[in-house]
């Protein structure tokens, strides 16, 4: 299928009776909505569960979808709320909240062979510093703050994609920013990370 | 941080590539003159750099993906069966057993036995109308995708979850075709009964 052809026109062959159509949007989104998600849940097996559920819950609602925002934009937030539901259910039952030292690190980052384990191990120690820091922020700030940083959306998408005004997501980056830094900084001065 | 408070928002719009182009080169003068935004910047850019980089290296691997979307095409078909067994349920329902709770029993058991016979048996819903349908191109094409994506072992699979409804299994060379790729599967069996049927004339068998 032609990789040109948008998302929105896409949509609309699938909603013409043209089943490769959705194929080709698993195809373009899924990689990146499973990473939206893991960033998100910090658990491998259900950050596949949730994105299977995106997409099932997208084919179910995909006949009666209506372009008023791009596709990616209503991807993104069948995705955050699905993750928002995650995030509740967790905390209502911590009993089965896993730690984050339980992601499979190793299933999830490149090896090379030939680089020093040591150094390796620092950068993943590092590198989950970070990550905590990240988990840190309020519900809010963390999606905010993923969804511009990481999945590269506009302030004006995110906005749709979390239902908030525009200037509240900015409001929020910029508490995420500063949150960041109050938690970081002094892991940096101390050259832990 | 800044005590130029004014600038703080600006100072994490700049490190972020989020500050409107109308107001970059403003501030971008502001920063030649201000030392606590200046500063701002710098550690903001930091964190980000920081956050960035942590991030990356949480990457999905490829074998990961192989298996959505044939897990949502999964997900699909369950609910479709249990759409029919809702069905099943709300007919006898609204045909107002006289067997009083025993309907709910009796329905119950209908659903069990069905969920069985799929479980066992396999596919009684599995209908042939999914080989009436168009664009056999497209179902080869997929079909060499599992194939290459080593997950050929899965066709029946594939071909049970409706993936291929939209492609035809209509004449001899298709059906011939469909037997070779779904080599090891029951799916031969289907495509042998079919091309029976095509050889015999019995169009209804399609």
Known sequence: MDKLIDDEMLVAQFQAGRQNAFD??????????????LRSVRNYEDAEDITIEVFFKAYRALEGWQPKAKFSTW??????????????AKARHPVYALEDTEIPEARLVATDLHSDPEKQLEEKERGLLIREAVDQLSPKQKAVFMLSRYEGLQLKEV?????????????H?????KRLQTLLRPLWENNEI | MPKC?????????????????AEEEPF??????CQDCSEAVASYTAVLDLTDKAQDELTVPEVALKNIEMNVYKRLAVTQEQTLLSRIRAYFVSSGSPFGWYKTAAVSSVAIALITTVVLIGKPFQSEETFRLT??????????EYRQQGIQRNLEEVLITHHLRNDAWETESQLHRMKEQAHGTNWTKVADKHLQSLQSGDSTAQ
């Open chain 1, 24 to 37: 080709e949007l698993m195809k373009r989104y899924k990689s990146k909505i499973f990473s939206y998600l």
């Open chain 1, 75 to 88: 991807l993104y937030k069948i995705a955050s709320n699905l993750a928002i539901d995650y995030h509740r």
């Open chain 1, 159 to 171: 906005a749709e994609t979390l239902d908030m005004a525009e200037g509240t997501v900015k409001i």
């Open chain 1, 173 to 177: 980056l910029h508490r995420a920013v």
């Open chain 2, 5 to 21: 408070k004014k600038s703080e928002g600006q100072a994490i719009d700049y490190a972020s590539k989020l500050l409107p182009s």
């Open chain 2, 28 to 33: 971008e003068e502001h920063l030649k003159h």
């Open chain 2, 135 to 144: 664009e056999s191109q497209s179902a080869d094409a997929r079909i060499e």
